[in-house]
């Protein structure tokens, strides 16, 4: 199971964390943007971390791994559902645009080609 969870965390979720982190949370500090969903966000990635290092090093327990599956599952429904239609109210057509090419401007690495999309 660790070998699973260090793949799709260095393959899909961790560029995806740091994406997020460094080109959209900047964006929306500058808007009037709720703080505590910036915070939420923020909070679900260090307890993804965590979790994701004690599993890469077989210290993850049964529960820790089946709270990895629950957040994680939590966390997409965050994202999808309240976090980003939030951000699109308050970011402009042209910031979204500029957002958007940052964050695929690498798409070999990217949940845009993630082959089965199961958030849609």
């Known amino acids: 199971m660790n070998g699973f969870i260090s793949n799709g965390w260095n393959e899909e979720l961790k560029e995806h964390f740091e ?63 309240i976090f980003f239609p939030k951000a699109e109210e308050v970011l402009t057509e042209k910031e979204l645009i500029e957002i958007g090419s940052q964050l695929h401007e690498d798409r070999s690495k990217n949940c845009i080609n993630y082959p089965i999309k199961f958030w849609e």
């Not at 997020?20 to 964006?27: H, I």
């Not at 500090?29 to 910036?38: C, E, G, I, M, Y």
């Not at 993804?48 to 049964?62: C, G, P, S």
């Open 19 to 81: 994406m997020e982190e460094s080109v959209l949370l900047p964006a929306l500090r500058q808007k009037s943007f709720d703080p505590q969903l910036t915070e939420q966000l923020i909070s679900e990635h260090k307890q993804i971390r965590l979790l994701v290092e004690k599993a890469i090093v077989n210290q993850a327990t049964e529960a820790e791994l089946e709270l990895f599956s629950s957040l994680l599952e939590k966390h997409i429904r965050f994202e999808e559902k």
